[in-house]
T-cell receptor
Framework: KNEVEQSPQNLTAQEGEFITINCSYS?????LHWLQQHPGGGIVSLFM???GKKKHGRLIATINIQEKHSSLHITASHPRDSAVYIC?????????FGAGTRLTVKP | NAGVTQTPKFQVLKTGQSMTLQCAQD?????MYWYRQDPGMGLRLIYY???????DKGEVPNGYNVSRLNKREFSLRLESAAPSQTSVYFC???????????FGPGTRLTVL
């Protein structure tokens, strides 16, 4: 069993839909990261959180430390949100990654 | 600011050859990281440097060496390349433990 599990692996949505990507981890962590990998391969950090909830524009990330679970939500999805979303558990620099969720948003 | 830069962008090696992947950041970050990304495996940490002068092994360090040359630069060396090291390599940096990471554009390495 992987230390960081993401679901679903693939997700197709219609433009405007509310999207949820889930991440569960079995290791001890000091923080949880959400990353976005564009179709061209570049990786950008979306969130780093250790408790509660963070919001950037249409993106919301939550974490439940007791349940070892985090979610990434996208409201009013748009085709430009199509990418691979990756969660990572951060144990003081020892990073462990999920396999990623490939999101396709159709117009 | 260029952010995190990596050279080369692409490289083809023969089994047994050696090479060094270069990474540099201009954000005065303390910590730097090397990852590999393989289809179906996701990203995996090879080595990291929490601060200038220190390096530590990650999840998959075998077959690699690193050098934190100065605060800006962190290189990854393959002494004797193997086909199993065919991958996309990403360098990243951040100010410290409470900060997000910035990623370089990646190096696509093929070992024949």
């Amino acid at each position: 069993k992987n230390e960081v599990e993401q679901s679903p692996q693939n997700l197709t949505a219609q433009e405007g839909e509310f999207i949820t990507i889930n991440c569960s981890y079995s290791v001890g962590i000091s923080a949880l990261h959400w990353l976005q990998q564009h179709p061209g391969g570049g990786i950008v950090s979306l969130f780093m959180l250790s408790s509660g909830k963070k919001k950037h524009g249409r993106l919301i990330a939550t974490i439940n430390i007791q349940e070892k679970h985090s979610s990434l939500h996208i409201t009013a999805s748009h085709p430009r949100d199509s990418a691979v979303y990756i969660c990572a558990g951060d144990n003081n620099n020892d990073m462990r990654f999920g396999a990623g969720t490939r999101l396709t948003v159709k117009p | 600011n260029a952010g995190v830069t990596q050279t080369p962008k692409f490289q083809v090696l023969k089994t047994g050859q050696s090479m060094t992947l270069q990474c540099a950041q201009d954000m005065n970050h303390n910590s730097m990281y090397w990852y590999r990304q393989d289809p179906g495996m996701g990203l995996r940490l090879i080595y990291y440097s929490a601060s200038e002068g220190t390096t530590d092994k990650g999840e998959v360090p075998n077959g690699y060496n690193v050098s934190r040359l100065n605060k800006r630069e962190f290189s990854l060396r393959l002494e004797s390349a193997a086909p199993s090291q065919t991958s996309v390599y990403f360098c990243a940096s951040r100010q410290g433990l409470n900060n997000e990471q910035f990623f370089g554009p990646g190096t696509r390495l093929t070992v024949l």
